[in-house]
């Protein structure tokens, strides 16, 4: 599974972006997908997650600004993030696996896009 991952760049503080992933000649039907962030020097860090039947979950430090999604097809999954901050900036990944369950660490999703940088800045 060959993920990309779209939609990074610069943006003001209290501004939005959307990202987006995609995978080429498959769906998400049956493999949970979630967006990772890893900012300079700092660990990858979990940041939301959906699974194939649709649960979302959001790490505690983006929830009420980030929303994870999928299309109705399961070929996109997207990561709307609002209200952005500074602590934001990162490059952000989109991850796959085969699990039901949503995994919050980066050890069990063995597909990975190639990260799209979001700088929040002034």
């Known amino acids: 599974v060959q993920l990309q991952a779209s939609g990074g760049g610069l943006v003001q503080p209290g501004g939005s972006l959307r990202l987006s992933c995609s995978s080429s000649g498959h769906t998400f039907s049956r493999y949970t997908v979630a967006w990772f962030r890893q900012a300079p020097g700092k660990e990858r860090d979990f940041v939301a997650g959906?699974?194939?039947?649709?649960?979302?979950n959001h790490a505690d430090s983006v929830k009420g600004r980030f929303t994870i999604s999928a299309d109705n097809e399961r070929t996109s999954v997207y990561l709307e993030m609002n209200s952005l901050k500074s602590e934001d900036t990162a490059v952000y990944y989109c991850?796959?696996?085969?699990?039901?369950?949503?995994?919050?660490?980066?050890?069990?999703?063995?597909?990975w896009g190639q990260g799209t940088l979001v700088t929040v800045s002034s």
């Open positions: 991850a796959a696996s085969g699990a039901a369950y949503i995994g919050q660490y980066s050890v069990e999703y063995p597909y």
């Open positions: 959906i699974n194939w039947s649709g649960s979302t």
